[in-house]
């Protein structure tokens, strides 16, 4: 192997058999992807869901994370959204020519042990190399199968009045720590991407409240632009509490500084529920005994006055409309 990507790694030939021997074969190693076919196959039998992604975040490495986690993340968390058990992904790279070959097999370990703490696998691929400056290191694009739940049904389209929203945590941990990363910055404490597999968390939701109504992970937008598209097509409004929402004081620190609003800065580790009232208590609990749910806590609730709109009691005591992101706050975040 060579220090470096060079053309020939994506030219079909010798060099590109062996870097897909050598770094992925080798890193992802399942019955599935060892048959080394054009397409993996796989018995399935009820409800599935199919998800497909693309990561263009700048840059390839930053605190907590990289790439290839967050390719792996955030696929089996669409997975996720929708009431599905993860099972397998594919993973295409698309390689600018001069990317050390350490970088590239870290992202590999990366994306390998991700997978495994997911509980999926990598069963197909592709890999294809393009001239230097065409693609700012590295591009993945991912696709994802799950099955769904028998009696789950989830949708942005089904909050009602009444209803309650749950977040499994603080807002605004992924896009800080790609920025700080990005522009050379320092806030005065650690910050570090949320970016995590959300499947188990759902799963132990779905365990005692089948009849969880939405699923959505607050990524590009944030929290606020999440949630807007839920009242929107639910046509029903939501009342945040501000006092309930967790920001670190870091993060706090940041967006102050910068300029951005917590509510649209972006997440990758995160799950907002609309849960049935009478199901709130049991799948609050249920979150907080999981890893990634321990500092969950019910954040608003769903009305029926102002459809479509998503409203903030703040700490003060008064209310603002929380409106939808307009512009991009933090372009290549994910």
Same mark, same amino acid.
């Given at each position: 192997?060579?220090?470096?990507?060079?053309?020939?790694?994506?030219?079909?030939?010798?060099?590109?058999?062996?870097?897909?021997?050598?770094?992925?074969?080798?890193?992802?190693?399942? #019955?599935?992807?060892?048959?080394?076919?054009?397409?993996?196959?796989?018995?399935?039998?009820?409800?599935?869901?199919?998800?497909?992604?693309?990561?263009?975040?700048?840059? =390839?490495?930053?605190?907590?994370?990289?790439?290839?986690?967050?390719?792996?993340?955030?696929?089996?968390?669409?997975?996720?959204?929708?009431?599905?058990? !993860?099972?397998? +992904?594919?993973?295409?790279?698309?390689?600018?020519?001069?990317?050390?070959?350490?970088?590239? %097999? $870290?992202?590999?370990?990366?994306?390998?042990?991700?997978?495994?703490?997911?509980?999926?696998?990598?069963?197909?691929?592709?890999?294809?190399?393009?001239?230097?400056?065409?693609?700012?290191?590295?591009?993945?694009?991912?696709?994802?199968?799950? $099955?769904?739940?028998?009696?789950?049904?989830?949708?942005?389209?089904?909050?009602? #009045?009444?209803?309650?929203?749950?977040?499994?945590?603080?807002?605004?941990?992924?896009?800080?720590?790609?920025?700080?990363? $990005?522009?050379?910055?320092?806030?005065?404490?650690?910050?570090?991407?949320?970016?995590? !597999?959300?499947?188990?968390?759902?799963?132990?939701?779905?365990?005692?409240?089948?009849?969880? %109504?939405? =699923? %959505?992970?607050?990524?590009?937008?944030?929290?606020?632009?999440?949630?807007?598209?839920?009242?929107?097509?639910?046509?029903?409004?939501?009342?945040?509490?501000?006092?309930?929402?967790?920001?670190?004081?870091?993060?706090?620190?940041?967006?102050?500084?910068?300029?951005?609003?917590? =509510?649209?800065?972006?997440?990758?580790?995160?799950?907002?529920?609309?849960?049935? #009232?009478?199901?709130?208590?049991?799948?609050?609990?249920?979150? $907080?005994?999981?890893?990634?749910? %321990?500092?969950?806590?019910?954040?608003?609730?769903?009305?029926?006055?102002? !459809?479509?709109?998503?409203?903030?009691?703040?700490? +003060?005591?008064?209310?603002?409309?929380?409106?939808?992101?307009?512009?991009? =706050?933090?372009?290549?975040?994910?």
């Amino acid at each position: 192997m060579t220090e470096r990507i060079l053309l020939t790694h994506g030219s079909g030939g010798r060099t590109a058999h062996r870097l897909i021997e050598e770094v992925f074969v080798a890193a992802f190693d399942n #019955p599935m992807l060892a048959a080394m076919e054009d397409s993996a196959t796989a018995d399935f039998s009820g409800r599935m869901a199919f998800t497909t992604d693309g990561f263009v975040v700048h840059p =390839l490495f930053f605190p907590g994370g990289d790439i290839g986690k967050l390719a792996v993340c955030g696929t089996v968390n669409d997975l996720a959204m929708a009431g599905a058990e !993860p099972l397998y +992904l594919s993973l295409g790279m698309i390689i600018e020519e001069g990317l050390p070959v350490d970088d590239l %097999r $870290r992202i590999v370990d990366s994306i390998a042990a991700s997978a495994r703490e997911a509980g999926v696998s990598i069963v197909t691929g592709d890999t294809k190399v393009v001239h230097h400056g065409k693609a700012d290191g590295l591009f993945i694009t991912t696709a994802g199968v799950g $099955r769904v739940r028998d009696g789950v049904e989830i949708s942005s389209a089904a909050a009602q #009045p009444g209803d309650k929203i749950l977040l499994n945590g603080s807002i605004g941990d992924h896009g800080v720590a790609v920025v700080s990363q $990005r522009e050379g910055l320092t806030f005065g404490g650690d910050v570090r991407t949320d970016c995590a !597999p959300l499947g188990g968390l759902v799963a132990a939701m779905l365990d005692v409240a089948p009849d969880i %109504r939405c =699923l %959505r992970d607050p990524t590009r937008g944030g929290v606020a632009t999440t949630l807007n598209e839920v009242a929107d097509r639910s046509g029903v409004g939501i009342r945040l509490n501000e006092d309930a929402i967790l920001i670190t004081p870091v993060v706090a620190g940041a967006c102050e500084l910068l300029g951005f609003d917590p =509510l649209y800065v972006a997440n990758e580790g995160k799950v907002l529920a609309v849960v049935p #009232p009478d199901a709130a208590d049991a799948v609050l609990a249920a979150m $907080r005994t999981q890893v990634y749910g %321990r500092d969950a806590t019910i954040i608003g609730e769903v009305v029926a006055d102002d !459809p479509g709109r998503v409203v903030l009691q703040t700490r +003060l005591g008064t209310t603002r409309i929380v409106e939808m992101l307009t512009g991009d =706050l933090l372009p290549r975040i994910c």
